[in-house]
């Protein structure tokens, strides 16, 4: 495989996951999250999603790293750091529906909306960069 390819598919295992919040997270925009059920199912969705793309982020800086792009190597590397806003988020929603105050609809749409935004410019970047990678190895 050459290091074209291998860039542009870890390029692609980055926006798989990526992809699926953007599609997956406008879904809560249409229901109460003041059900605890449904609070509980978005909090299971932005788990996942940081965890696979903790696990995709890994997979991308290695294959930057054997093609030998050390600034995508850096760059992936910190999209890999997203196991902070991970916690944060997480824990944001946890206690959030731990206490489940009279106004967590609320609460929890804000956070509903970080998410969204976070994930919406780290997509944007990642495709930015797409026609960088397809030059000759820095």
Known sequence: MTPNAAALFAFVILILPMGYLLLAAPGFLFVKLDILPVARLMRMMFSAY?????IA?????VVFALTERWA???GVGVLASTLMVRRW???RLDSQIDNWPADVGR???RLHYS???CNAVQLAIVIGSIPYIMGSPA
């Open 50 to 54: 940081f965890q696979v793309l903790v």
């Open 57 to 61: 982020a890994v997979i991308g800086t």
């Open 72 to 74: 995508f190597v850096i």
């Open 89 to 91: 988020l997480l824990s």
């Open 107 to 109: 609460r929890l749409r």
């Open 115 to 117: 998410g969204m935004a």
